[in-house]
């Protein structure tokens, strides 16, 4: 039996995804200039007001709005935006429950990612997965 040796081509994006061919890394390249990632905050403690005890990523893929359509999400996810230190109904101690930045997306965690949001306007999901788009963990939710 003979060996012989066969090179080929593997096209490689700035994500880090592998393809086979120019024209599937091309095409994944025109697909994901509309997304932006955002970092998450959240699981807040009320208790003490320490801080966000929990943090993961987002991926939002529409034309413009991603912010809006990444807030829309966690108001239901996440429930309201503010909150109190122990309770107390006061100025003093009003905080906000999550919140969220727009980051560099390769600065993403792939592990990490907890929510994908898609605009209904594209013909072809982006996210395979996008009916599993919730992956929040948390010990108890406070809402």
Same mark, same amino acid.
């Given at each position: ?7 080929? =081509? ?5 994500? !880090? ?11 994944? @390249? ?24 929990? +943090? !993961? +990523?987002?991926? @939002? ?13 966690? +108001? ?31 600065? @993403? ?5 907890? @929510?994908?949001?898609?605009? =209904?306007? +594209?013909?072809? =999901? ?10 929040? =963990? ?6």
């Amino acid at each position: 039996m003979k060996i012989r040796k066969e090179t080929f =081509s593997v096209y490689v994006t700035e994500d !880090g995804k592998r393809f086979e061919s120019e024209d599937d890394a091309n095409l994944y @390249v025109e697909k994901i200039k509309d997304v932006k990632a955002f970092k998450i905050r959240y699981d807040f403690d009320f208790t003490e007001g320490t801080g966000y005890r929990k +943090y !993961g +990523y987002a991926l @939002v893929r529409t034309t413009n709005n991603h912010s809006e359509f990444l807030e829309y999400e966690l +108001y239901k996810i996440l429930g309201n935006k503010i909150g109190f230190v122990q309770g107390v109904r006061s100025s003093n101690a009003i905080s906000k429950s999550w919140k969220f930045d727009q980051v560099n997306l390769n600065d @993403v965690d792939k592990n990490n990612i907890i @929510v994908k949001v898609e605009d =209904s306007m +594209y013909d072809d =999901s982006l996210f395979d997965d996008i009916d599993k788009k919730y992956w929040f =963990s948390c010990e108890a939710w406070w809402f």
